[in-house]
């Protein structure tokens, strides 16, 4: 195993050969797994908000939204010598953590719905979705193989 990379909270990075990305405490947060298996080069964002039209102001972290986020992680992808064309996607995340009655309150499923449509809008195909519920994942992902490995308090871990 290489060495880990850790990713924060609104924020992403890039990884490959035997190098492992991770990120931790996904409650309604979502964690995009782009991976280029033909170049080893895989990449993860750490999401928080669906639309970056949500944003308070223009100085806005912008990789706390998935529209952007993900946009800036294949550009990042993309200058390591990765391909949109061959990269894959794996998500982890989008628990809805508070009991609401609106779906509206539900950030959790609208990040999800919106990375989903992210991903498609890229033709970028998703091998693996751990999402929902109502428990939270840390997630490591592995650039030597594309294994997205969840862990979670209370469950087993889950290799994908």
Do not use: W
Request: proline share 2%.
């Amino acid at each position: 195993m290489g060495k880990p990379i850790t990713i924060g909270i609104a924020d992403l990075n890039v990884g490959r050969d035997n190098d492992t990305l991770v990120t931790y405490a996904l409650g309604s947060c979502v964690g995009i797994c782009l991976y280029d298996a033909e170049k080893k080069i895989g990449g993860l964002a750490h999401i928080m908000l669906p639309s970056s039209k949500e944003a308070s102001s223009p100085t806005d972290n912008l990789r706390r939204y998935a529209d952007t986020g993900i946009t800036e992680l294949i550009k990042v992808m993309n200058l390591k010598g990765a391909s949109v064309s061959k990269m894959t996607a794996k998500i982890a995340g989008g628990a809805q953590m508070f009991s609401v009655s609106s779906s509206i309150f539900n950030i959790g499923e609208r990040n999800v719905n919106s990375v989903k449509q992210i991903l498609n809008n890229f033709k970028i195909r998703i091998l693996a979705d751990e999402t929902g519920s109502n428990f939270g994942r840390t997630v490591f992902f592995h650039t030597e193989n594309g294994i997205m490995e969840i862990r979670a308090a209370t469950k087993p871990t889950l290799m994908r």
